[in-house]
């Protein structure tokens, strides 16, 4: 029976930066993954019927200060120049996000400069000493009138329940800027692969076997039996049969439709602030790849509505209990003297793409 220096379960980033790693220093790898596809939610087709890059899983920027990282993922596929604007949609009037002085001025109608921005804001504010939950930690921020436009109905929507549920550090990943900034990533380095990412994770993947449409779970024993070591990508929780209980997850369900017109929206993402719309985005991929000349008959749109389904997770939830759940699992990794865990779902964590190839570079450099 042949075996594998390393078996890795799960084609997603961290999966794929870890094969090529180990596969340079000449070891046996093999790849095995659920799905029918590489690339994990960073997969990219191109839309039937059109010359449109699609990203299946929603919108993927490729952004990172880490010279590293850039330089690895730059050996695989040349990038564009592409710099990240988001739009959000509230009461149908269009506003730019990050919240930025433009889209205060727009919200308040006034006219304020960027000295002016934090005494103004400072007067919106509720003094909150200690914020104990998302909706605290926002108005204590950026005032009420703010919260309740841009992040209270696209929070309500995105994790499906009321933002005071919810921890108050999920809010910090959103900047406010008193300029008209309204680039949506800081970071030096930005951008998307010409080709997308599939033929960029082709490219990295050369002479690495991966068997798609393979369940690790349906055959745990056997999988570890064909390897000296195991990478496993997958949830953490249904590694260890959820023998601390499942740990809770948000998903989203994207719907594609092609139009017959040259633009539709005339930005690669819109975002719907309002909970009476059920979609939280409309992601236009045209809007990526301005140095491709696309057809001016089509332009596909995503929606993008968010769900629970625990076969496709995406944002961790983090609640105590789960808190607490992954602890306790983290406490049986250690135990798993053949198996090692990485990645977003094996660490419960929403990580960026530039974190990922980062922790997967440094953990293969030891191997």
């Known amino acids: 029976m042949l075996k594998y220096d390393y078996i890795i379960v799960g084609c997603g980033l961290y999966g794929m930066v870890t094969a090529e790693r180990l596969h340079r220093k000449r070891k046996k790898i093999l790849i095995i993954e659920r799905r029918d596809h590489i690339g994990g939610n960073c997969y990219s087709y191109e839309y039937e019927g ?3 890059t699609v990203h299946k899983y929603g919108t993927h920027i490729f952004h990172t200060n880490n010279k590293r990282v850039w330089d690895y993922i730059n050996q ?22 990050p919240i930025n002085l433009g889209s205060i001025n727009a919200f308040y109608d006034v006219n304020l400069k960027p000295s002016e921005v934090e005494e103004f804001i400072a007067s919106k ?23 309740k436009a841009f992040i ?40 998307l692969p010409k080709e997308g990412y599939t033929a960029l994770f082709k490219r990295m993947l050369k002479g690495i076997p991966v068997e798609l449409r393979t369940d690790f779970f349906d055959k745990k024993k056997f999988w570890l039996s064909r390897c000296d070591k195991l990478i496993y990508t997958g949830p953490i929780d249904k590694y260890f049969d959820y023998c601390f209980g499942w740990l809770k997850w948000r998903s989203l369900r994207f719907e594609a439709t092609k139009l017959n017109m040259e633009d539709y929206q005339g930005t690669s993402v819109m975002n719907y602030a309002d909970e009476n719309v059920s979609y939280t985005r409309i992601h236009e991929p045209k809007h990526l790849h301005l140095e491709t000349c696309h057809t001016r008959k089509a332009t596909v749109i995503i929606r993008e509505y968010p769900q629970i389904n625990d076969d496709e997770p995406f944002y961790p939830v983090n609640a105590d209990s ?19 865990f990485g990645g977003r779902l094996a660490e419960y964590e929403y990580l960026d793409m530039n974190d990922v190839i980062e922790n997967a570079l440094k953990r293969s450099d030891n191997a």
């Open 50 to 52: 059109t010359n449109i």
């Open 76 to 97: 695989f596929g040349e990038f564009n120049r592409y710099r990240h604007r988001v739009l959000t949609t509230h009461r149908g009037k269009v506003y730019s996000m």
């Open 125 to 147: 504010r509720k003094d909150i000493a200690k914020p104990e939950n998302l909706e605290e930690k926002a108005i204590s921020q950026i005032g009420v009138d703010l919260y």
């Open 152 to 191: 209270k109905g696209y929070t309500a929507k995105q994790w499906g329940c009321d933002p005071k549920e919810l921890p108050a550090d999920i809010v910090t990943r959103l900047p406010v800027r008193a300029s008209y900034n309204d680039c949506y990533f800081d970071d030096y380095y930005q951008g």
């Open 322 to 340: 789960d808190k607490k759940a992954l602890s306790q699992y983290n406490t049986l990794t250690k135990k798993e003297r053949k198996v090692t």
